[in-house]
Each structure stands twice: as C-alpha cells, then as structure tokens.
C-alpha cells in the first residue's frame, strides 16, 4: 500500500521558513513523480496547486517558477523522503501542504495543475504564516 506521510508543518512568521518531509513508502518503482501541492484556505484540495515536485527515475526537480527564489525540493534516498524548505514565507503562503504520488512515465507535477486523476495523497500538514 502506498503512504505518504508529511511533517513539519507549523506557525511561523512573516519572513521565516519551514521545511516539509514527506516519507513515501508501499513501492519499489522509479517511474513516479512525487510533489507538493498546497490547498490554500477556503479551496478545494482539487483546487490546490503544486509546487514543487521530482520525478524520482530522473531525478528531475521542479519548483512553481514564482517559487523558485523561495522553495527547495530535495529528496533523501536513505529515508525515501522529499524536503520542501521554504523560506521568506509570506501570509499567502499558509495553506495545507499535500505530498502526493504520480506513477507515470514522465512526470505531470510539472506544472500548477493538478491531475484530475492523482490517486496518492498524504493526509498533510498545515503552514500558518503571520504577518
């Protein structure tokens, strides 16, 4: 069975960072995508949008391009685990953090939109930024 599990989650302030961990478990293959998606207050997690992801076979990292200053996505292969740091944070930051699973041949977390068939979701963890 696959699993996700997130942590690292919290309150901080305006201007400070968090990072997340997701462990994945319950698969052997490469051919898979794993990423974060935030699901921002009052949507849909459907809704959300991702940002940040690796396509583990390639090891091919990806962060939302408005992202890319503030975001690292990394992952631990000894922990099968992916960090997302997030710095400089910012009120519209908080949201619900989901790591998520794509077994595919090329990744589809490539980009903000969520497939409409994504079957592996943590139970994620929630990032609280205050001004």
Known sequence: VVQLVES??????????????CVASGY?????????????????R???????SIFIGH???????SEQDRFTISRDNAKNSLDLQMNSL????????????????????RCRYIPLDLGYWGQGTQVTVSS
């Open 28 to 44: 052997t293959t490469d051919s898979v995508a794993v990423g974060w998606i935030r699901q921002a207050p009052g949507k849909e």
């Open 90 to 109: 910012k009120p519209e930051d908080t949201a619900m953090y989901y790591c998520a699973a794509d077994f595919t041949f090329v990744s589809r977390l």
């Open 46 to 52: 459907e809704e959300g949008e991702v940002v940040a």
């Open 8 to 21: 690292g989650g919290g309150s901080v302030q305006a201007g400070g960072s968090v990072q997340l961990t």
């Open 59 to 65: 090891d091919s990292r990806w962060v939302k391009d």
